[in-house]
């Protein structure tokens, strides 16, 4: 029996690991939490590329040195786990800030930033990456030694799958194993639940916690959409497949009987295992979860306001040798700019705006403001400009000779300069 998603699974597979990488260009700041995720989704999606290659017709072991079942283990448990770093730090984040004493609602942007800036300072910082790093990755990994224990065979094989985890289903494995996923599921739903609470109860004084923190809005609503979508699949999905387990589970023998024949292999043929409803369903789910986890992650990250300027700047790059030149008409962006320590005027209707140097980045210009921000002798080191630009012209052959006229300012927000974190 021929498999009949081939060859459209390895194409989707390797196309989820090419667009799950794509956002790391532009959330290299990003925290911990998502970069953990985007490695864990891109991985998965590589795995069952190579094993939909390899295996897509027969069930032979012809790779017995590729038979990575560990890490498809550890996969199981490190995209839930790396969802709860990102909801747990958010939470953190805010809880944190809602802690100070002066209440929130007397307290303007720039205290929040100095409060951070004195309090979360950087051995703080370093503990909460250690945190994150500790949920992403160690769980993971102790998840990999302790499947061990319960492991029949070294791996089976299925035609149109590849390899796969032979884990003995017995009693222990619904705690130490399969019952992980659900866990840690269930642990981002409490922290998801408390922090739409925090949100929904003072969303204004939220908005400028985030925004100290180095989060705009942009930037944090695809973070929490890819952490409540994640809740929401995996909490159904690992509680359907510990049920199919639970009516298929065996007696708990010992040590020596479960690995009795750990060296063998077991290999099944795709009309062997398509006829067994538990088998298929659980195989099918386990392998479209990972394509639905890059579709998710891409989702949320690939269409925001940091993408779509580093596809603008991917596109003028490749355009540049071709002596294109690009015209944009009411272009509507979001740039960052310095502050300069000599002040001019910037009006509400026109802006000063220095010539880049020759080959520099377009969004490199110097702004200069001399309107107070924040209180007393306070100072912001960077600004958040919004602006309508109504005429955006850009001669690619020449860098040095771009440039901007600004018909409009719409806003100017305080941005806080340590967005590491």
């Not at 999606?45 to 498809?72: E, G, K, Y």
């Not at 004084?205 to 944090?220: E, I, P």
């Not at 020759?358 to 001399?370: L, V």
Request: hydrophobic share 45%; glycine share 4%; proline share 5%.
């Amino acid at each position: 029996m021929p498999d009949s998603t081939y060859p459209a699974y390895p194409i989707v597979a390797f196309g989820g690991f090419v667009f799950t990488l794509l956002p790391l260009t532009w959330l290299t700041k990003r925290s911990a939490g998502t970069l953990i995720c985007m490695f864990w989704v891109a991985i998965a999606c590589l795995n069952q590329f190579v094993n939909s290659i390899i295996w897509h017709d027969h069930s032979l072991n012809v790779a017995p040195l590729w038979t990575a079942t560990r890490l498809m283990v550890a996969i199981g448990v490190a995209i839930p786990a790396s969802v709860l770093c990102i909801i747990r730090r958010i939470y953190h984040i805010l809880t944190f800030q809602f802690l100070v004493n002066t209440p929130l609602r007397v307290r303007p942007a720039i205290q929040f930033a100095k409060a951070i800036e004195r309090d979360f300072n950087f051995g703080q910082k370093q503990r909460a990456l250690c945190e994150d790093v500790c949920i992403g990755l160690g769980i993971p990994v102790l998840q990999m030694a302790v499947e061990y224990t319960l492991a029949y065979n070294r791996f089976q094989i299925f035609e149109g799958i590849g390899c796969f985890p032979a884990t003995h289903n017995v009693w222990p494995a619904l705690f130490l194993v399969s019952g992980w996923p659900l866990a840690i599921g269930l642990a981002s739903s409490v922290y998801g639940v408390l922090t739409i609470r925090i949100y929904l109860r003072s969303r204004k004084q939220t908005n400028d916690v985030l925004r100290s923190a180095g989060m705009s809005r942009d930037s944090y609503w695809p973070i929490l959409t890819l952490a409540y979508s994640s809740i929401v699949f995996t909490v159904p999905l690992s509680a359907t497949i510990n049920a199919l387990k639970f009516f298929q589970m065996q007696p708990w023998t010992g040590w020596h009987d479960t690995h009795a024949y750990y060296h063998y292999i077991d290999q099944h043929p795709i009309a062997a295992w398509k006829n067994d409803t538990p088998t298929l369903i659980g195989l099918e789910l386990f392998r479209w979860t990972r394509i639905l986890c890059a579709v998710v992650f891409y989702a949320n990250f690939g269409f925001s306001e940091d993408a779509r300027r580093a596809y603008k700047h991917a596109f003028s790059t490749l355009a540049r040798p071709c002596g294109t030149q690009v015209n944009a008409q009411t272009v509507n962006d979001t740039l960052s700019f310095r502050a300069s320590e000599n002040p001019v005027e910037l009006s509400s209707t026109r802006s000063a705006v220095t010539s880049p140097e020759r080959g520099a980045a377009h969004s490199s210009f110097d702004i200069y403001n001399n309107e107070s921000v924040g209180t007393g002798a306070e100072t912001i080191r960077y600004y958040t400009v919004n602006w309508d630009e109504n005429i955006l012209r850009c001669n690619l052959k020449c860098p040095c000779t771009t440039s901007v006229t600004v018909v409009r300012l719409i806003s100017i927000e305080t941005e806080w300069t340590d967005s590491q974190y």
